[in-house]
């Protein structure tokens, strides 16, 4: 079956964003317990690329099927699970990067890397943490997977708050708001 990625953002309604958020069925991973364990020899890159015994994933829809796998283990590590196996894989910051952002009638949408959809809220928030030197915007994708967002969307956000109010930049998103600068 084709893999068709969702359209961009910016030609999405806030209800369309929210639909296709809805529709996407994840794995229920946190409730397989496989006996099965070791090595995936997969890594992700800080910078969001998926590697698979030192070669890069190229095909999208690979890097989406394991991502849907992926699960954080409670020592901190990262898993891909299967109800048969579970097979460690090296996460170097975290698992996604948040590659586009649009803000619409009080909801900061964003699209990850994998081309999951995720809207900004109480059960998706935003922090602030110290990344390569700065303090840069993470987004929580799902059950302790975080996205760091690309330069290029934390600019953009960095520009709405400081336009809404320079003293205390933040966003708004599903009733939350969000301080967007630097991290306590």
């Known amino acids: 079956m084709p893999y068709d990625p969702p359209p961009h ?8 964003i929210a639909d296709l958020v809805a529709q996407r069925k ?5 409730n397989w317990s496989p006996a099965k364990s070791g090595n995936s020899d997969m890594r992700i ?3 969001g690329r998926w590697f698979h015994q030192g070669g890069e994933i190229t095909r999208p829809a690979m890097v989406r099927a394991f991502s849907s796998l992926l699960r954080i283990e409670t020592d901190g590590g990262y898993a ?3 109800p048969q196996e579970r097979l460690s894989i090296e996460v170097e910051d975290v698992p996604f990067i948040a590659v586009e952002a649009q803000i619409r009638g ?4 964003f699209r990850i890397n994998t081309d999951d959809l995720v809207i900004a809220g109480n059960d998706h928030p935003i922090e602030m943490r110290s990344y390569d030197g700065a303090q840069v915007p993470y987004l929580l994708v799902r059950s302790g997977l975080w996205a760091r967002c690309a330069r290029p969307v934390y ?3 960095a520009e709405r708050a400081l336009e809404a109010d320079p ?3 933040g966003l708004w ?3 939350v708001f969000f301080a967007l600068g630097a991290a306590e």
Do not use: K
């Not at 953002?9 to 369309?16: I, K």
């Open 106 to 109: 009080g909801s900061i949408a």
């Open 45 to 47: 890159a800080a910078d």
């Open 80 to 82: 891909l699970v299967t």
């Open 9 to 16: 953002l910016a030609d999405l309604s806030l209800a369309q």
């Open 26 to 30: 994840l794995p229920p991973v946190e």
């Open 167 to 169: 003293d205390n930049p």
């Open 155 to 157: 600019y953009d956000l």
């Open 173 to 175: 998103s599903e009733g």
